[in-house]
C-alpha cells in the first residue's frame, strides 16, 4: 500500500524507496509528484537493486528476488 505523499518526506523515498513503496508503480502512479522527483526516487531503487544483484551473483545473497527489471521500466514510463 503507498502511503500519501504528505505521510512521507522525499529524502527518506529517496533512502529508502522500499520503506514508502511495495512497488515502481506506485512511483510512476503518484500524479502530483513532479517528474524529477519520481526519477530521483526510481534511481535510487535501481541503484539498491543492482547492488542486490551484485552481492546475489556473489553468494553473498541468496534467493532474493529482484525487481531491477520492474524499477527499469518505471523508469522508462517516467522518463
Given at each position: 500500500?503507498t502511503?500519501k ?5 522525499l ?8 520503506s514508502?513503496?511495495?512497488r515502481p508503480?506506485q512511483?510512476?502512479d503518484?500524479?502530483?509528484?513532479p517528474?524529477r ?5 526510481l534511481?535510487s531503487?535501481?541503484?539498491?537493486e543492482?547492488e ?13 528476488p529482484?525487481?531491477?527489471e520492474?524499477?527499469k521500466?518505471?523508469i522508462?514510463?517516467?522518463?
Amino acid at each position: 500500500m503507498t502511503k500519501k505523499v504528505t505521510d512521507w518526506n522525499l529524502a527518506d523515498a529517496v533512502a529508502d524507496p522500499t520503506s514508502v513503496f511495495s512497488r515502481p508503480g506506485q512511483v510512476v502512479d503518484l500524479e502530483e509528484l513532479p517528474k524529477r522527483d519520481k526519477l530521483a526516487i526510481l534511481e535510487s531503487w535501481k541503484a539498491l537493486e543492482e547492488e542486490m544483484v551484485k552481492m546475489h551473483e556473489q553468494g553473498d545473497l541468496t534467493d532474493v528476488p529482484s525487481r531491477l527489471e520492474a524499477v527499469k521500466q518505471a523508469i522508462s514510463d517516467v522518463a
